[in-house]
C-alpha cells in the first residue's frame, strides 16, 4: 500500500477515487508510565515514556487507515494527514489519520509490478 500526504504519486496516474478513509486510536500510559514521565519531566529533556506511546499510536492509526483502504479495493492512500490531541487532562493521546482511497497504476506499464 502507498501512502502519501501530496495530492498525487509522481509515476502513478490516478485510475478511481474510493472515497475518504480513517483511523483513529487513542492510547492511555498506565500509572507506572505516568510516574515514570514525571520523573522524566523534572530533569527536562525529551520525555521517553510520552515518545514511545505516541509513536505506538501514530502506527496503529496508520495500520487501521491501510486496513480499511484495502476493505475499499484501494491500492493507495493520498492526502494523508495526522492529527494529535491530547485528552483526558494529558493521561491520554488521540491520534487520528485520513487520507483519500485510489486505485493508482504506474504510468509506464513495465512498472506495473510495483504497485
Do not use: C, W
Request: glycine share 10%.
Amino acid at each position: 500500500m502507498i501512502v502519501v500526504t501530496t495530492p498525487s504519486i509522481p509515476g502513478y496516474k490516478i485510475i478511481k477515487v474510493l472515497g475518504v478513509v480513517h483511523g483513529l486510536t487513542i492510547r492511555a500510559r498506565g500509572i507506572g508510565g505516568q510516574i515514570s514521565a514525571s520523573l522524566q519531566l523534572l530533569r527536562g529533556g525529551r520525555i521517553e515514556a510520552y515518545t514511545s506511546e505516541l509513536e505506538k499510536a501514530r502506527e496503529e492509526a496508520l495500520n487501521r487507515i491501510i486496513e480499511r483502504a484495502k476493505a475499499m479495493g484501494a491500492n493507495a492512500i493520498i492526502g494523508a494527514d495526522f492529527e494529535t490531541s491530547d485528552i483526558f487532562q494529558g493521561t491520554a493521546v488521540a491520534v487520528s489519520v485520513y487520507g483519500t482511497a485510489v486505485i493508482v497504476e504506474p504510468e509506464n506499464k513495465a512498472d506495473d509490478e510495483k504497485v
